[in-house]
Nanobody
Framework: QVQLVESGGGLVQPGGSLRLSCAAS????????MGWYRQAPGKQRDVVAR???????NYADSVKGRFTISRDNAKNTVFLEMNSLKPEDTAVYYC?????????WGQGTQVTVSS
């Protein structure tokens, strides 16, 4: 079992920045993939960014150049630096981990971009 705890959401004005953090519980092996998904009201949950334990990253086209994902393998923690935020980035952001063949999800943190 992997437990994920997110922090860092909130209300920000368009053009502003936020940093999300997600701490995973201690695991015996390295978590292969950690990442962030988001779900806006009435929409499906979509990937935002993912990072593998070796450092390879991928991003949704809508956030490329604005968001940066990083992780600290020693602390089982993943971060999402979000810049130039837009109203359409408003959503609940979920931390994700793929470990030993199982998907794990955090409880979500609300990000609202509004003036």
């Amino acid at each position: 079992q992997v437990q994920l705890v997110e922090s860092g959401g909130g209300l920000v004005q368009p053009g502003g920045s936020l940093r999300l953090s997600c701490a995973a519980s201690r695991t015996r092996f390295s978590i292969y993939v950690m990442g962030w998904y988001r779900q806006a009201p009435g929409k499906q949950r979509d990937v935002v960014a993912r990072v593998e334990s070796g450092g390879m990253t991928n991003y949704a086209d809508s956030v490329k150049g604005r968001f940066t994902i990083s992780r600290d393998n020693a602390k089982n923690t993943v971060f999402l630096e979000m810049n130039s935020l837009k109203p359409e980035d408003t959503a609940v952001y979920y931390c994700y981990a793929y470990y030993l063949g199982t998907d794990y999800w955090g409880q979500g943190t609300q990000v609202t971009v509004s003036s």
